[in-house]
């Protein structure tokens, strides 16, 4: 307005002839008035156009803030659906390479009923039974170690007695030495191979560092051969000092467990046939042993 | 209590057992509730209705259980016993007291337990470090929970009325 009103009497004082001071004067006068309306006027603005943004910049923020916390949470999940695809596929990679056993994939009834009421004793719940081919005694494995037996089958479900409970025996060897041992559990959930020959052929049957395998043999704890179980980082003399005890770290993580495989039948176990009984040596080479065979 | 509603707190305390105690677990150590329930009974109620809680809690764990049956029914029937032998020492019945014999409780149902797991074949070493890795967590878990499972099963004893008149044990 101020503009508009001084360039309209600058118009009107160079048409009047002889007002020329006049004008001068007027223009001299106005002229810091528009500056100072001017900068006013810009301030103004400024003010307008940077509240006006600060409140776009807030919803903008807010908005960018939703959108950060949906892709934490989203990757989240993603974190757990790659985990599990990882899991799933290290399950069905140990599953291809097992040809000799017969498989069926369980995920475990959530980690909460993971052990016994009491916590001395070591059990699962797993979402398979009877109505999925699972029958008491099957043993039950993932792909990085063995994780226990099943003991009670029912028709949609299956408890799983760990091979860290105190009550469970697990047949096994030790890979270096080939020397075997039964595996036991404990109140503490420690495992400890007990019952390893001192030192055959003069070298010790076991030392720190051993990987430990199910062996297949031993009727009361069968199971499948070559199952990892962990490895040796104790070693001990027994208490009758007849054998030594070797003290195993387990493969696998007993509480967070998330999928299972329930071996529900197996190959049978071929043994060396230097192994075998005279009588029982087939005049080939043997395919099986007496007395393995299915599980479950 | 009567049978009907003992039944419907055994069921409550199993079920809870199962499915809440374990996701209350704190380095592998989660609380025993029908253990903590039946001393806090015992406490309340007097040892006849105590024994029957930790007998039929353990009944029910039993049949939710890999192992053998009597394998919480007879620890929990032995710590109830004893804790119904420590209530009769005193006349006072509070929280502390409770509190003191949750402790007993859960010692005495341990031992129990570890001598039954021998007997059925399993493999139990006695050592000093079992009682710090075994015993010590699961005490400390039942006295958290006892802050728990205490008030409303006093609110309840209340309800139901004062406790029968027993001979001592």
């Not at chain 1, 003010?47 to 934490?72: F, K, M, N, P, Y």
């Not at chain 1, 003399?237 to 070797?246: I, K």
């Not at chain 2, 039993?62 to 007879?74: C, E, F, R």
Request: aromatic share 4%; net charge negative; proline share 6%.
């Amino acid at each position: 307005m101020a503009l508009t009103l001084f360039g309209i009497s600058t118009a009107f004082v160079q048409r009047v002839e002889g007002i020329a001071p006049v004008a001068g004067a007027l223009a001299r006068v106005l002229a810091p008035v528009d500056a100072v309306l001017r900068g006013a006027t810009g301030l103004v603005g400024g003010a307008v156009v940077r509240w006006q943004d600060a409140g776009e910049l807030a919803e903008t923020v807010e908005r960018l803030e939703q959108h950060v916390a949906e892709l934490e949470v989203n990757n989240a999940k993603l974190g757990d659906v790659t985990r599990e695809n990882e899991a799933l596929r290290a399950l069905a990679g140990f599953r291809r390479e097992r040809i000799d056993l017969d498989l069926i994939g369980a995920s475990i009834q959530g980690m909460a009923i993971a052990r016994e009421p009491g916590g001395l004793l070591h059990a699962l719940w797993l979402d398979v039974g009877i109505a999925d081919g699972v029958a008491e005694g099957d043993p039950v494995t993932t792909n990085r170690g063995l994780v226990g037996r099943v003991v009670r089958a029912h028709g949609q479900s299956s408890q799983v007695r760990l091979i860290s409970d105190p009550l469970a025996r697990v047949g096994v060897r030790i890979e270096r030495t080939q020397s075997t041992g039964i595996l036991v559990g404990s109140p503490s959930g420690e495992l400890t191979v007990r019952y390893l020959p001192r030192d055959p052929d003069g070298a010790p049957s076991v030392a720190v560092g051993d990987l430990v395998f199910t062996s297949g043999l031993a009727d009361a704890t069968h199971y499948p051969q070559m199952l990892p179980i962990g490895q040796v980082i104790e070693v001990r003399q027994s208490d009758e000092r007849t054998s030594l005890e070797a003290v195993v770290w387990p493969h696998v993580d007993f509480n967070a467990l998330a999928q299972v495989l329930v071996v529900t039948d197996w190959d049978p176990i071929a043994l060396p046939v230097e192994a075998l009984p005279a009588d029982a040596q087939p005049p080939s080479a043997p395919d099986a042993a007496p007395g393995a065979g299915t599980g479950g | 209590m009567g049978p009907y509603a003992t039944g419907a707190l055994l069921i409550v305390l199993a079920v809870a057992q199962l499915t809440l105690a374990p996701r209350a677990a704190l380095d592998g150590a989660f609380p025993s509730l029908p253990l903590l329930a039946a001393v806090c009974w015992t406490v309340l109620r007097g040892p006849r209705e105590g024994l029957v809680l930790a007998i039929g809690g353990g009944l029910a764990l039993d049949l939710a259980s890999s192992a053998p049956i009597g394998m919480y029914s007879l620890p929990f029937g032995a710590a109830a016993v004893v804790v119904s032998g420590g209530r009769a020492l005193t006349n006072a019945r509070g929280m502390l007291l409770t509190a003191g014999l949750v402790v007993v409780a859960t010692a005495a149902a341990m031992a129990v337990q570890l001598g039954l797991i021998a007997a059925a074949g399993g493999h139990v070493v006695f050592e000093a470090r079992a009682v710090w890795e075994l015993f010590v967590p699961a005490a400390a878990m039942n006295l958290i929970w006892l802050a728990v499972v205490y008030p409303p099963l006093r609110r309840l004893a209340k309800r139901i009325g004062g406790p029968r008149l027993e001979w001592g044990l």
